[in-house]
Each structure stands twice: as structure tokens, then as C-alpha cells.
């Protein structure tokens, strides 16, 4: 998961340099939904300034289902993202001019 503290800590970098940043959680980081609520776990604090920064466009609404993180996700009010057959699309973020960055 090391690389959750890397999409986490480019989104606040970047955004403090002037970018506009929105920041798409998927796959296996959506089972720390559980850590997000407030500042738990090896990310909560850096989630945390993610989401008082405005950058968190939300989790992929599919995988927090596998990950069995949706009701957890729900019940802290995290946005989901499920536009693309339930899970989380580009399109919409290139349509707007993002560029798109995966951490892997």
C-alpha cells in the first residue's frame, strides 16, 4: 500500500504547487476506508488533508464492494464513483482536462 501514500502525497503536493488535483481511490486502497474517518491508520491524517483540501473525488463504488469496504465508505459519506458499469471512469476527469496519473 505504499503506493496509497504516494497518490496521497502527490495530490497534496501538487496541489499546493497550483494544481488542480482530484484524487480516484480503487482497487485493494478502498479496504482503508475503515482507517479514513478521522486520521486512523498509516494514511488517516494524509486522507484526511486529502479530503479538507476538496482533492478526494471519491472511491470506485465496484471495488469498495469487493474489497467489502462499501458500507464503511457509505457510513463516513465518502463520495463513490461508479459511472463506468459501477466503477470509477477517466472519462469524465479527461473531459474536464485532467491528466491522468495511476499509481500501481
Known amino acids: 500500500m505504499a503506493c496509497f501514500a504516494h497518490a496521497l502525497l502527490n495530490a497534496l503536493d501538487l496541489h499546493g504547487q497550483g494544481h488542480q488535483v482530484r484524487l480516484v481511490v480503487e482497487g485493494t486502497a478502498t479496504k482503508l476506508a475503515s482507517q479514513f474517518g478521522a486520521g486512523y491508520g498509516p494514511f488517516g491524517g494524509l486522507f484526511d488533508q486529502v479530503r479538507q483540501e476538496g482533492l478526494l473525488a471519491g ?3 465496484a471495488c469498495a ?10 457510513r463516513l459519506g ?3 464513483l461508479d459511472d463506468m458499469s459501477g466503477h470509477a471512469g477517466m472519462a469524465p476527469f479527461i473531459q474536464q ?7 500501481a
Not at 464492494?65 to 457509505?74: D, P, Q, R, V, Y
Not at 482536462?97 to 499509481?103: K, L
Request: aromatic residues 8%; proline residues 4%; contains cysteine.
Open 97 to 103: 482536462g485532467f491528466d491522468i496519473i495511476t499509481f
Open 65 to 74: 464492494a469487493k474489497s467489502a469496504s462499501l458500507e464503511e465508505a457509505e
Open 59 to 61: 472511491l470506485c463504488r
Open 78 to 80: 465518502l463520495p463513490l
